[in-house]
């Protein structure tokens, strides 16, 4: 696909432009309105492809669970191995679409390698996610990411607690969780492993404050988020912090979803989330 038109949904999903704005500059990129709505399929995330594990799969426990956060209970999905015992403990964090069916899939899939997996909804205290992903980026926009990270914290000491955990605590996020997760990090002397898909980078500043070990994941075509890269970098290093940097030349924004159609990359996603898992079990040991 054009990466033109990667592009400007990037634009319209994170800066985010008006959906009318949006699909007349769609329309103009591939020549009218008709073959801007024949490529929206291609574009949008499709939640019937959620589904990699089931809820009810047997060999998992899911439930939908709440804590409490510095400002309320906070909403969230958690999922464990199923059986007696105690496993290390990760938080899934959202994009900036809430929590949907793919996350509470994701943390699912935790599960199954082996995790206590807590997905939270930070939209929690506006009232929750909503169905339409649309309303729920604008709720995102006018989160406080204090408060966001506040909640991620007080999840963190939920987890630590938690009777069949093992009191060890890390998180994955995906885009702004990935941000989030790296803002978590910078907060959090008691997370002990995070890893952030193409997330934004925190204030180089404040990264000798990071105390986890940190892995992250960014897309070859994903400019706006990749100018950080190199300061985030340099800071990680120069602070003598243990990380590993992975970038998947080629790839798109969202690559590891697999409901974000074209964007998707089947071969990187598998081979991210493999580092993933090895990382945390290695981390959170």
């Not at 000798?208 to 800071?235: C, L, S, V, W």
Request: glycine residues 10%; hydrophobic residues 45%.
């Amino acid at each position: 696909m054009d990466q033109r038109i990667i592009d400007l949904y990037d634009e319209y999903t994170h800066r985010p432009l008006d959906r009318r704005v949006f699909l007349d500059r769609l329309a103009a990129l591939v020549g009218g309105t008709a073959a801007a709505y024949a490529l929206l399929p291609l574009l949008e995330n499709n939640y019937a492809l959620a589904q990699q594990v089931a809820p009810d799969d047997r060999r998992l426990v899911a439930e939908r669970v709440t804590f409490a956060g510095p400002g309320g209970p906070v909403g969230a999905h958690l999922a464990r191995p199923a059986g007696e015992g105690r496993w290390p403990a990760v938080i899934v964090v959202h994009e900036n679409r809430g929590l949907n069916a793919h996350i509470e899939d994701v943390a699912r899939r935790a599960a199954l390698a082996g995790f206590l997996a807590l997905a939270p909804d930070l939209l929690s205290p506006l009232g929750g996610t909503p169905a339409d992903e649309d309303r729920a980026r604008e709720m995102i926009g006018g989160l406080n990411a204090e408060d966001a990270v506040s909640n991620l914290r007080a999840a963190v000491a939920w987890l630590e607690r938690h009777s069949q955990s093992t009191g060890k605590v890390g998180a994955v996020g995906f885009c702004w969780g990935g941000g989030m997760v790296n803002a978590l990090a910078v907060a959090e002397p008691e997370l002990d492993a995070g890893v952030a898909f193409y997330g934004r980078a925190p204030d180089p500043a404040k990264v000798g404050q990071i105390r986890a070990r940190m892995m992250m994941h960014y897309a070859g075509n994903d400019a706006r988020i990749n100018e950080g890269i190199p300061a985030y970098e340099a800071a990680l290093r120069d602070a003598g912090k243990t990380f590993e940097i992975h970038r998947y030349e080629g790839t798109q924004h969202a690559f590891h979803n697999d409901t974000a159609g074209a964007r998707y990359d089947a071969a990187a996603a598998k081979l991210a989330w493999d580092r993933t898992v090895a990382f945390l079990r290695a981390g959170l040991a």
